[in-house]
């Protein structure tokens, strides 16, 4: 089983940063890919980012550019650098974690962006 535990979430105004962490633990595959998605009142979840473990990365068209995917391997930890934010950027943000044999997903933090 795997564990992941987002955190830094909150309330900020349009044009901010704020930075996403999400640390995983349990039993983690040395090769397999984490992402953040995000699910916004009423609409589906989506992929934000994704990170494979040599550090591949890909963005949704809507946060390429204001966004950044990282990870430390040796922490289990993987980050969202988010910058310029709108309010259209708010949602749930969500920790995913895919490899052989499972996929696994955080309970989520809040993101809300508003004057």
């Known amino acids: 089983q795997v564990q992941l535990v987002e955190s830094g979430g909150g309330l900020v105004q349009p044009g901010v940063s704020l930075r996403l962490s999400c640390a995983a633990s349990g039993s983690i595959f040395r090769i397999n890919t984490m992402g953040w998605y995000r699910q916004a009142p009423g609409k589906q979840r989506e992929l934000v980012a994704g990170?494979?473990?040599?550090?591949?990365?890909n963005y949704a068209s809507s946060v390429k550019g204001r966004f950044t995917i990282s990870r430390d391997n040796a922490k289990n930890t993987m980050y969202l650098q988010m910058n310029s934010l709108k309010p259209e950027d708010t949602a749930v943000y969500y920790c995913?974690?895919?490899?052989?044999?499972?996929?696994?997903w955080g309970q989520g933090t809040q993101v809300t962006v508003s004057s």
């Open positions: 995913n974690l895919n490899q052989l044999l499972g996929t696994f």
């Open positions: 990170i494979t473990n040599g550090g591949t990365t």
